[in-house]
């Protein structure tokens, strides 16, 4: 047989009629587009990271459970004692292991529709079935319509982002309690955002039964160490864990990880100058006449005026910054840009080249 012959038998239709995950190239542009904290540790810290990182024992293999990270990380986040915790390698790894260890119930995967497409994409990957559940007009949760799709579907997991992305707004407290009560589907609520939000259900954990929490460094400065957590009673946690690859967590991430926790309040200082910096773009874009999604996360989101999205983001690339087009990605979001929240000089940056796109192009 042939190599395409052979591919033809022996890989999936699911797998040759997908696409693999597309990463925009962001070189030498400012970047706007994947939710990433703009700034960098000061100089004193990079230097103490470096000789920490030299010193490495990169010929061993990694400390399988990150023992070195549980016990400050617990302590920054708050994670109560009754809880216990699972590391990634990224939300994306959690993700994959909790569909994968559902496979056998034959029940589906269910989430908020739009939200984080890894959800569907992993879910695609491993042949489970997928269920949207509907948004209100306020991108909130459809009650009625959760409530319907649920007792129809029986899904084993739902995935719940508070906040969610790419609309980035929390989800009714009261309505999500009701969908929790609900059902006897697992319930995962990714927080990946939680840095730039009040909210925090690390109590539900507690309280539900069938609730875990997801969480990420990813958003806070730590986006190139991959590292995720599922936080939640040891028993999922226990059942979990004999799914997770040994290993998953590599020495250089431990160590990043590790030495970040030991500076947590400049990962703190600076989520909080990205709430500030979020502030002032949602206030200077909706003053530009931009429709302004309310934002709980460390992006915005924005409606342009009919057919105008595509032309303001290449021509926003034109000037190297580079932004996230929505447009043509969901049916409620056409006409929508995703705007990462950057430093006070790439906001700056990105607000001028937009009032020279409105003389432009006539917005």
Not at 35 to 40: A, L
Not at 192 to 203: I, Q
Request: charged share 20%; net charge negative.
């Amino acid at each position: 047989m042939t190599r395409e012959e052979l591919i033809q038998v022996l890989i999936p239709e699911r797998v040759r009629q997908g696409a693999a995950y597309h990463v925009q190239d962001a070189t030498g542009m400012i970047k706007l587009d994947a939710m990433e904290n703009p700034f960098v540790w000061p100089s004193y810290l990079r230097a103490q990271y470096a000789d920490r990182l030299a010193n490495c024992g990169l010929n061993r293999y990694p400390d399988p459970y990150a023992s070195a990270v549980r016990a400050p990380l617990r302590q920054w986040m708050k994670i109560p004692e009754s809880l216990d915790i699972l590391f990634g390698n990224g939300s994306d790894e959690i993700i994959a292991l909790l569909i994968s260890s559902l496979i056998s119930s034959g029940r589906s995967v269910c989430a908020p529709d739009p939200s984080f497409v890894m959800f569907k994409v992993l879910a695609d990957q491993y042949s489970v079935n997928f269920q949207n559940l509907p948004l209100d007009v306020s991108f909130d949760i459809d009650l009625d319509g959760w409530l319907a799709c649920l007792l129809e579907t029986d899904p084993a997991l739902i995935f719940i982002p508070q906040p969610n992305n790419p609309t980035g707004n929390l989800f009714s407290r009261e309505r999500l309690a009701k969908i929790v009560e609900s059902t006897k589907a697992l319930v995962v609520i990714d927080e990946a955002y939680t840095a730039f939000t009040d909210a925090d259900f690390l109590d539900w954990a507690v309280t539900y039964p069938n609730v875990l929490v997801m969480r990420t460094l990813s958003k806070v400065g730590l986006a190139g160490s991959r590292f995720g957590m599922l936080v939640g009673h040891p028993a999922w946690i226990s059942e979990f864990d004999k799914m997770r690859l040994p290993y998953n967590i590599n020495t250089l991430s431990q160590t990043a990880v590790q030495f970040a926790l030991e500076h947590a309040p400049i990962l703190e200082e600076q989520s909080l100058r990205i709430r500030k910096e979020r502030t002032k773009l949602i206030r200077e874009l909706g003053s530009r006449g931009f429709n302004v999604w309310p934002s709980e996360a460390n992006f915005v989101t924005i409606k342009c005026a009919v057919d105008q999205a595509r032309p303001i983001f290449e021509a926003l690339k034109l000037r190297q910054i580079l932004v996230k087009c929505l447009d043509g990605s969901h049916p409620r979001l056409g006409d929508t840009l995703r705007i990462t929240v950057g430093s006070p000089e790439e906001v700056n940056t990105l607000l001028i080249a937009i009032d020279q796109l409105v003389a432009e192009l006539g917005l």
